[in-house]
């Protein structure tokens, strides 16, 4: 005899088996394969960013027994040093700007984000990040300039006015947002300068700064552990679905979030992946490949990273632009603040690959990256994406380097791209390569308008003669 409560549970757990199989049914209700594909391949691209996205919030403000692990929500980490090759959660990072970081949780009440007055040459940024990957606003040189100030940042219901002290309002689309601190460091001798700066910078919960008793704190969330296979599979939209309650349906998205709710992609829910059938998962994958391939096939045209990286409005919404910056390197710049070129072929158009070849750049006289702040040339392995190690340490040339850079009789500049040596009458140019695929990418950090308008054109990776 089976006892009642028992009996409950197991109807309860049927009725429950039936609601999750039949909101798949409903999902796909009317729509063909094709269709059911295609809803998931644009998903994917969608997505693709956001669960990247998420990647770096696990690592580096949840997962405390991680390698990466920085500071929990809401509290700023340091890095009084450049990036190198021991550093693998971001792709394709820079390695002249010593970074700090800030995971923000909104949900709850806004932060102060202050800032001190930095020494007028100088280059410093606040890049703000939404869990689009969009950059919704900087604070730094470029746009509000190098006096001390404080900022308030809110979430997407806040509703409120500045209070006194406070410069500006910035408003973020999610209730979390990822702000990186790049603060320049014009040699290994100014790293004490810079862990100065850093320390000014200040980050505290808006009732902190008024003085006032805290709102209630937010509920506990059960963030699902980042897993780099996980995210291969269909559990990509169980992430998605997790990330999407925090990110309220703007008007532009509307049309694009209610048909992926067709295949169950629904802020909050479970992607229930058992109560799928067979051909439907089939299909979802199908879908998810062919948005990988796009997004893949597109990134390996890309010249410049001009259209890659801002702010919705600049962007248009443009999903495959956004998934494109991702794949290439999560978090560049907006255009403004500073352009990035690409490079991955010689002038001949082929791959770079410097296990077969050796390489040159060359900068004609006065025709160097013209630049309000700095410009640097950055190696990266052509495979992972990350710094290389190398016997010189050497990750970039930039242009605080110019004064121990040797120039040729006619004024150029040259620097030689290589994994071994050049020579030692050369070494001070040399920028060390993998032995093998690589890739290069120029920043050019508050750029000029010649740059912005293509007026400056970038001079071709050549082969060594």
């Given at each position: 005899?089976?006892?009642v409560k028992s009996f409950t549970a197991i109807i309860l757990a049927l009725m429950m088996t039936i609601l999750v199989v039949s909101s798949y049914s409903r999902a796909a209700d009317g729509l063909t394969s094709d269709e059911v594909e295609a809803i998931a391949k644009e998903a994917y691209i969608y997505g693709f960013p956001m669960v990247e996205n998420y990647k770096t919030m696990y690592q580096y403000a949840i997962d405390k027994d991680g390698p990466q692990y920085k500071a929990p929500f809401n509290q700023i980490y340091n890095t009084a040093r450049v990036y190198a090759p021991k550093d693998t959660t971001v792709v394709s990072p820079n390695s002249d700007t010593p970074y700090s970081f800030v995971w923000a949780d909104l949900?709850?009440?806004p932060l102060v984000l202050g800032v001190p007055e930095v020494d007028k040459e100088r280059y410093y940024s606040l890049q703000l990040i939404d869990l689009y990957t969009y950059n919704f606003a900087y604070v730094g040189?470029?746009?509000t300039g190098n006096g001390a100030g404080k900022y308030l940042l809110v979430g997407p219901n806040w509703k409120?006015?500045?209070?006194?002290?406070?410069e500006k309002v910035i408003q973020s689309d999610t209730e979390f947002v990822f702000i990186i601190y790049r603060t320049q460091l014009f040699n290994p001798a100014d790293i004490d300068n810079v862990k100065k700066i850093q320390e000014g910078y200040t980050v505290e919960l808006l009732s902190k700064f008024l003085g006032e008793e805290a709102p209630p704190v937010s509920p506990k969330l059960d963030f699902p552990a980042y897993s780099a296979e996980k995210v291969k599979t269909l559990a990509f939209f169980g992430y998605l679905n997790f990330l999407l309650q925090f990110a309220p349906t703007v008007p532009g998205d509307i049309e694009a979030r209610q048909k992926f709710?067709?295949?169950?992609?629904?802020p909050g829910d479970k992607f229930n992946t058992d109560s799928i059938s067979p051909e439907m998962k089939s299909t979802i994958e199908s879908g998810m490949a062919e948005g990988l391939k796009t997004i893949t096939d597109k990134a390996v045209t890309i010249k410049s990273a001009a259209d890659l990286f801002g702010t919705r409005e600049f962007m248009k919404n443009n999903y495959l632009n956004r998934a494109v910056g991702a794949k290439l390197g999560i978090y560049g710049n907006s255009k403004s603040e500073a352009f990035y070129y690409i490079i991955l072929?010689?002038?001949?158009?082929?791959?770079l690959n410097a296990a077969e070849n050796n390489y040159t750049l060359t900068f004609d006289k006065d025709k160097l990256p013209p630049v309000k702040a700095f410009w640097s040339v950055t190696m990266y392995d052509g495979k992972t994406q990350l710094l290389i190690e190398n016997p010189i340490n050497r990750y970039l040339i930039n242009s605080p380097m110019l004064p121990d850079l040797k120039r040729s009789e006619?004024?150029?500049?040259t620097i030689y791209i290589q994994k071994d040596s050049p020579g030692k009458d050369k070494e001070s140019n040399w920028l060390p390569a993998p032995?093998?695929?690589?890739y290069i990418a120029l920043r050019c950090y508050w750029p000029k308008e010649a740059i912005l308008d293509g007026e400056w054109k970038l001079p071709p990776v050549e082969l060594a003669k």
């Amino acid at each position: 005899m089976i006892k009642v409560k028992s009996f409950t549970a197991i109807i309860l757990a049927l009725m429950m088996t039936i609601l999750v199989v039949s909101s798949y049914s409903r999902a796909a209700d009317g729509l063909t394969s094709d269709e059911v594909e295609a809803i998931a391949k644009e998903a994917y691209i969608y997505g693709f960013p956001m669960v990247e996205n998420y990647k770096t919030m696990y690592q580096y403000a949840i997962d405390k027994d991680g390698p990466q692990y920085k500071a929990p929500f809401n509290q700023i980490y340091n890095t009084a040093r450049v990036y190198a090759p021991k550093d693998t959660t971001v792709v394709s990072p820079n390695s002249d700007t010593p970074y700090s970081f800030v995971w923000a949780d909104l949900r709850a009440e806004p932060l102060v984000l202050g800032v001190p007055e930095v020494d007028k040459e100088r280059y410093y940024s606040l890049q703000l990040i939404d869990l689009y990957t969009y950059n919704f606003a900087y604070v730094g040189t470029a746009t509000t300039g190098n006096g001390a100030g404080k900022y308030l940042l809110v979430g997407p219901n806040w509703k409120g006015e500045a209070p006194e002290g406070i410069e500006k309002v910035i408003q973020s689309d999610t209730e979390f947002v990822f702000i990186i601190y790049r603060t320049q460091l014009f040699n290994p001798a100014d790293i004490d300068n810079v862990k100065k700066i850093q320390e000014g910078y200040t980050v505290e919960l808006l009732s902190k700064f008024l003085g006032e008793e805290a709102p209630p704190v937010s509920p506990k969330l059960d963030f699902p552990a980042y897993s780099a296979e996980k995210v291969k599979t269909l559990a990509f939209f169980g992430y998605l679905n997790f990330l999407l309650q925090f990110a309220p349906t703007v008007p532009g998205d509307i049309e694009a979030r209610q048909k992926f709710a067709e295949i169950g992609i629904v802020p909050g829910d479970k992607f229930n992946t058992d109560s799928i059938s067979p051909e439907m998962k089939s299909t979802i994958e199908s879908g998810m490949a062919e948005g990988l391939k796009t997004i893949t096939d597109k990134a390996v045209t890309i010249k410049s990273a001009a259209d890659l990286f801002g702010t919705r409005e600049f962007m248009k919404n443009n999903y495959l632009n956004r998934a494109v910056g991702a794949k290439l390197g999560i978090y560049g710049n907006s255009k403004s603040e500073a352009f990035y070129y690409i490079i991955l072929t010689d002038a001949e158009g082929n791959k770079l690959n410097a296990a077969e070849n050796n390489y040159t750049l060359t900068f004609d006289k006065d025709k160097l990256p013209p630049v309000k702040a700095f410009w640097s040339v950055t190696m990266y392995d052509g495979k992972t994406q990350l710094l290389i190690e190398n016997p010189i340490n050497r990750y970039l040339i930039n242009s605080p380097m110019l004064p121990d850079l040797k120039r040729s009789e006619d004024g150029s500049l040259t620097i030689y791209i290589q994994k071994d040596s050049p020579g030692k009458d050369k070494e001070s140019n040399w920028l060390p390569a993998p032995d093998g695929p690589l890739y290069i990418a120029l920043r050019c950090y508050w750029p000029k308008e010649a740059i912005l308008d293509g007026e400056w054109k970038l001079p071709p990776v050549e082969l060594a003669k």
